[in-house]
């Protein structure tokens, strides 16, 4: 069977296939900033939508954006609408007059920026949109505050740091997508570490979504890998993340499975830097 014949095989599941391209977003957002405004477009159109009005009149929505980017320059370009709706396949074109829908590339020569074009999210993630809101809500959360900054820092150094900032987000299925291609590059002591950076935001991704056997095992396993990079690795101030992990975990067994969806907040690890 080859990859064609593989992934139209796979079935499709409307939320895991929101959750990945909205990840797939986030993460070309991060590794190239000057794109952010895609991020800021999208959590615009989910601030306007509602479970009774999905469909947005673009000028309303271009409007909308153009309150948001006033301490982003530029950030209202009609290129971050273009690229939001061609590359990542969550909101679509439909002209009102026609009933006619457009999406990816074909919405580029479709968009009139008039009154008759109403921006709308996909009809299969609809029963997704709360979900799809708090996502871009957080993404903004991360995105913005970087595109002030000059440059992003590379290697693996550098996506330590930007995920630091992703899983302070509570990002944590975005945070395992971030470092697994650096987890599978690293050796040694690195690898170990970075493996249990992943365990952990994958335990918490379980606990929010209300599996406690998952989380518990996960936040034990990925805490005794950290352990080797006590008390700081690749600028993380690993010596009071893990005590954070450890009490995390000692929480929600306190709890137990039926009352761990009361973990208070506070309890929730949060990343630090320190220097070596």
């Not at 999210?121 to 957080?138: D, G, H, N």
């Not at 952990?200 to 805490?223: P, R």
């Amino acid at each position: 069977m080859d990859q064609a014949e593989g992934a139209a095989a796979r079935p499709f599941h409307p939320y895991t296939e929101l959750r990945n391209r909205l990840s797939e977003l986030l993460l070309e957002v991060l590794s190239a900033p000057d794109r952010g405004a895609v991020v800021l477009w999208l959590r615009t159109y989910y601030r306007l939508a509602g479970p009774e009005q999905l469909s947005i009149p673009l000028p309303s929505l271009a409007e909308a954006v153009s309150r948001e980017a006033g301490d982003w320059p530029g950030a209202d370009g009609r290129g971050a609408l273009e690229a939001l709706l061609a590359d990542f396949d969550l909101l679509q074109l439909r002209h009102l007059e026609s009933d006619t829908v457009y999406r990816g590339a074909a919405t580029l020569d479709a968009l009139r920026w008039s009154a008759g074009d109403v921006i709308e999210l996909y009809p299969e993630f609809r029963s997704y949109l709360p979900y799809a809101a708090q996502r871009a809500e957080k993404f903004w959360a991360v995105v913005g505050p970087l595109m002030r900054e000059p440059c992003v820092p590379e290697g693996i150094e550098g996506a330590v740091a930007l995920g630091l900032r992703v899983f302070n987000a509570e990002l944590f299925f975005e945070y395992h997508e971030l470092l697994e291609d650096y987890w599978r590059g690293a050796e040694g002591d690195q690898k170990r570490f970075l493996q249990g950076l992943i365990q952990v935001a994958v335990g918490l991704h379980h606990w929010q979504h209300g599996n406690y056997n998952g989380a518990v095992i996960l936040l034990q396993e990925g805490g005794e890998r950290l352990a080797v990079g006590r008390p700081c690795l690749l600028g993380l101030d690993v010596e009071s993340f893990y005590h954070q992990v450890y009490a995390t975990r000692a929480a929600l067994e306190e709890l137990g499975p039926q009352r761990a969806h009361e973990l208070n907040p506070t309890v929730i690890p949060k990343q630090r830097v320190r220097a070596a």
